[in-house]
């Protein structure tokens, strides 16, 4: 009785929630819309295989991944046959490789932006007619840096599914910088005279305390303006904290931590606060240093999650000082480099210029705009700004007439030299398709694909270096673009962000708004628009790479319905108070599941200090004969230029080896 009257709550929630909603994502089952009717020959292989190819779908007519809506990232049939091949299942021993008669003088294996760079510099240096094929194993290019294509009422409404701006810790090198400019992209220019940041004018940020973990359930808007970044004023503080559920306990902490003078370690030198604080968790500083009423940890927990994929509880007190959260203000620490820093908080301290621009599809333009050069007639336009609303032609990506092609759906899943390594002709690399495997020829290989698949598809390698491949756990992330009706909700509750630290999604936020080229974000509340979500399914307690590997398993159990009944769940208490109604209000949901997200970054919380050059990522980027690795792993550090940096040196060491 007690069950069935708890499935009849359940589905009257449902219900309130718009689960039964006949929303776009129901036209496309977990991301897969291509269907299996009017596929075209494809044009890549002779007739003998184009037959048994063509249900990969690529060259079909109305083949366009953007406009997927429902689980996107690594959508289900991107990742399958890598697993398989982790656990030894494929290919069969038994299972030869049907040989495409392809040779090409680089085969690049990962189509992200490192694995396109890699192949921009590589027919730079070699000269045009040189012929490249990128394999990737998704239905779309980019890697991290993917475009979602939504029209609501007809009207395109763009976001990035992964990479959002173009933006570093440190300056770009001289090729990262080099090929931005080539593609036409100017960050500081395009930042002044594309993005308007009055968009909002006069919504500011709020914080939701959900029951669960706050005991009580509060929107509290008005938080100041130095929120989440320290500063803001003792009074201002003091009004916000009054309007929450936290206990006078904790709003005295959480003054002290964000407008306290405090030097919590008075008689100790600089370097060693430094040495100090690099060695304990932001949350152990505010437990045990600041001595913080525990109940502020959740208040603060997921402050650290957007950078880093994990909470407060294994990032290093000092990077957090570094990335400017609160409570270090009274300890007089010099903002210049120092050790105990990660990659990203190194970069927080050290001078460098404005060089930042957000794309409507985030870097997703840079995939797009390197496809368009790689690849003739695979894309209108020749500027920076029309590639935004140019649509890319599919059918052109893996064509004959090209000597650079892109063949997506393909995953390496064997790459080897022929013959000996000494004195090896050039590699051969095996792919599959579904459950058939082709084989290719090339004069060498970038491998531009994750370091942790490496060492799977190219066992040949030295002992030491798979190890090193190995080190590294990729950090899973959750970008999630809910398209709304309008943003009056919003409006009346004079926000455009919300922290929801407590919640499955930890930020909810009205996307940026740019005008570039063709492209005109919404103008009005009344018109429809994309909310932002982001989750991290990190695990605190464990440490960052076993948080990492948790996070990655959550994430591919988690179904899609999951996923919305969360959505439209959250939408509706956060923005409930604003006239929000899921079942009306939500026209389509993305889910873009990173499951491997972010390289991995070295921590000094949980990774030793190697001497220069030891680090796993020197050791694990070695060239192997006519085999060179790229790909951000390479660099150990999450950002695009990194990816770009490492397909230069790939390419540079792949030529210097002839
Ligand atoms: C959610 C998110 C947001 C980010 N935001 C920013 C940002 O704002 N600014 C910034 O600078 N950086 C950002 N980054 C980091 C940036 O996206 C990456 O550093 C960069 O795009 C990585 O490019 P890549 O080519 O090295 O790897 P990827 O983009 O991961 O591309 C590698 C490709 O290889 C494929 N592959 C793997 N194995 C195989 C195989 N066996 N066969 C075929 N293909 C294979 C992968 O599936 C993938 O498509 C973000 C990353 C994520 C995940």
């Not at 240093?289 to 294994?314: C, N, S």
Request: hydrophobic fraction near 35%; charge should be neutral; charged fraction near 25%.
């Amino acid at each position: 009785m007690g069950n069935s009257n708890q499935k009849d709550r359940n589905q009257t929630r449902d219900r309130e929630l718009g689960m039964d909603r006949d929303i776009t994502r129901r036209d496309f089952l977990n991301g897969v819309a291509i269907g299996a009717g009017g596929l075209l020959a494809s044009s890549w292989l002779p007739g003998m295989l184009a037959a048994e190819t063509a249900t990969t779908g690529q060259d079909a007519p109305g083949y366009y991944p953007p406009a997927l809506t429902g689980m996107r990232g690594s959508h289900p049939g991107a990742f399958e046959t890598a697993h398989r091949v982790r656990d030894g299942n494929f290919p069969g021993k038994a299972d030869k490789p049907a040989d495409t008669g392809e040779a090409y003088d680089l085969i690049v294996v990962g189509g992200g932006i490192s694995g396109l760079a890699a192949a921009y510099f590589y027919r730079k240096q070699v000269g045009p007619g040189a012929s490249i094929l990128i394999l990737d194993n998704h239905d779309d290019f980019g890697g991290h840096a993917k475009r979602n294509e939504f029209r609501p009422g007809g009207h395109l409404l763009l976001a990035n599914g992964g990479t959002v701006s173009i933006e570093s810790p440190f300056p770009y090198s001289k090729e990262a910088r080099g090929l931005i400019t080539e593609l036409g992209i100017d960050p500081p220019a395009f930042e002044k005279k594309y993005t308007d940041h009055n968009a909002y004018h006069g919504l500011g940020s709020g914080y939701f305390f959900d029951r669960e973990t706050f005991g009580a359930e509060r929107l509290v808007t008005g938080a100041p303006s130095g929120f989440g970044r320290g500063g803001g004023g003792e009074t201002k503080w003091a009004e916000f904290l009054a309007k929450t559920p936290l206990s006078a306990k904790a709003q005295e902490s959480i003054l002290r931590i964000e407008d306290g003078t405090t030097d919590y370690m008075p008689e100790v030198p600089q370097a060693e606060k430094k040495a100090r604080l690099s060695r304990m968790s932001y949350k152990d500083f505010l437990l045990n240093v600041v001595k913080a009423d525990p109940e502020v940890l959740p208040f603060y927990q997921a402050r650290t999650h957007g950078l880093y994929g994990i909470g407060i509880d294994a990032v290093p007190a000092l990077d957090c000082w570094a990335i400017h959260l609160p409570g270090f203000r009274g300890m007089g620490l010099d903002r210049v480099p120092s050790k105990g820093l990660t990659f990203t908080a190194l970069g927080e301290v050290t001078p460098q210029e404005e060089y930042h621009f957000h794309f409507p599809d985030g870097n997703a333009s840079i995939a797009r705009l390197l496809v368009r050069s790689l690849v003739p007639g695979s894309a209108p336009g020749n500027t920076a700004e029309d590639i935004v609303t140019a649509k890319v032609d599919y059918s052109r990506l893996d064509h004959r007439d090209s000597a650079v092609r892109i063949r997506l759906n393909s995953t390496a899943v064997a790459v080897h030299h022929r013959g000996d390594l000494a004195s090896a002709k050039g590699v051969e690399v095996v792919y599959a398709r579904g459950e058939k495997t082709y084989s290719v020829r090339g004069k060498g290989t970038v491998l531009a694909c994750w370091n942790m698949v490496i060492p799977f598809i190219c066992p040949d390698l030295p002992v030491e270096q798979k190890e090193a491949l190995r080190y590294g756990v990729k950090v899973p992330l959750v970008y999630t673009v809910v398209a709304i009706r309008n943003s009056n909700a919003f409006s009346k509750l004079g926000v455009r962000g919300v922290s929801c630290p407590g919640m499955y999604h930890t930020s909810i936020n009205l996307d940026q708004a740019i005008s570039i080229g063709d492209y005109k974000p919404s103008r009005s509340s009344d018109d429809p628009v994309l909310v932002r979500m982001g989750r991290t399914p990190c695990q605190p307690g464990l440490s960052a790479r076993d948080q990492q590997r948790a996070g990655h398993y959550d994430l591919l159990a988690t179904s899609f319905e999951t996923f919305e009944r969360n959505i439209r769940d959250q939408l509706a208490r956060v923005l409930g108070g604003g006239g929000f109604d899921p079942a009306r209000d939500i026209d389509a949901i993305t889910v873009n599941r990173w499951p491997h997200g972010y390289a991995y970054e070295y921590n000094p919380l949980w990774d030793p200090d190697w001497p220069e050059g030891k680090r796993p990522c020197d050791i694990a980027r070695k060239r192997f004969g006519q085999i060179t690795i790229a790909n951000s792993d390479a660099a150990a550090a999450a950002y695009t230029d990194q990816a770009i940096d490492q397909g230069y040196r790939a390419v540079q060491e792949l030529i210097a080896a002839r």
